[in-house]
């Protein structure tokens, strides 16, 4: 849990770093750490709001992480319907 509140941090520095050097922008939101299963769709908001008239050129770039199988491949295996043993 430690780690995730590290990458949330580092991710929300990374994306106000740019803006320290100008004070009338700044991200209003930004996303949240989310826990999906593959193939399931996501939806991670993000607004910036700027003034003036200077323009803008954002990058934003998403990462995720992917977890080491919790369960190894002979569980996998037993829990499939109609490969139990006969005993």
């Not at 993000?46 to 003036?52: L, P, Q, T, V």
Request: net charge negative; charged share 20%.
């Amino acid at each position: 849990m430690e780690n995730r509140g590290l990458f949330c941090t580092l991710c929300y520095l990374m994306f106000n770093a740019p803006l320290l050097f100008v004070v009338n922008a700044t991200f209003t939101e930004v996303p949240k750490d989310v826990t999906v299963r593959e193939g399931d769709d996501i939806e991670m908001p993000c607004a910036f709001r700027a003034s003036g008239s200077t323009s803008y050129s954002l990058e934003i770039q998403w990462w995720y992480l992917k977890e080491p199988a919790r369960e190894l491949a002979h569980e996998l295996a037993m829990s499939v319907p109609g490969s139990r043993s006969k005993v």
